[in-house]
């Protein structure tokens, strides 16, 4: 697969509670991802960004909540997350600081 498309595979981490404890106590890291990305995709760009050995990926697709703007009904977009579990011994630090 080329670079340009694995670069655009990850969106964004996904910095909550959940994936903080999830981080902590089974070494899994979560991504908001393309919604058409698949696993070894989703491996592959998370082993180059990140320069880490990937042992397993799990992905969920979340569907959109249904909010009301103003009057009328409307929808939030569906998306993909993945969680990306790594190899003993490597990390990925978010909080640069």
């Given at each position: 697969?080329?670079?340009?498309?694995?670069?655009?595979?990850?969106?964004?981490?996904?910095?909550?509670?959940?994936?903080?404890?999830?981080?902590?106590?089974?070494?899994?890291?979560?991504?908001?991802?393309?919604?058409d990305?698949?696993?070894?995709?989703?491996?592959?760009?998370?082993?180059?960004?990140?320069?880490?050995?990937?042992?397993?990926?799990?992905?969920?697709?979340?569907?959109g909540?249904?909010?009301?703007?103003?009057?009328?009904?409307?929808?939030?977009?569906?998306?993909?997350?993945?969680?990306?579990?790594?190899?003993?011994?490597?990390?990925?630090?978010?909080?640069?600081?």
């Open positions: 697969m080329n670079d340009e498309k694995l670069m655009k595979v990850l969106l964004a981490p996904r910095v909550t509670e959940k994936s903080t404890t999830a981080a902590d106590q089974r070494r899994q890291f979560v991504f908001k991802v393309v919604r990305a698949s696993k070894p995709e989703i491996r592959q760009a998370v082993e180059k960004m990140f320069e880490v050995e990937v042992e397993s990926v799990q992905v969920l697709n979340v569907r909540k249904n909010k009301m703007f103003r009057r009328a009904p409307g929808k939030r977009p569906d998306w993909k997350k993945a969680y990306v579990k790594l190899k003993p011994g490597f990390d990925i630090d978010f909080g640069g600081a």
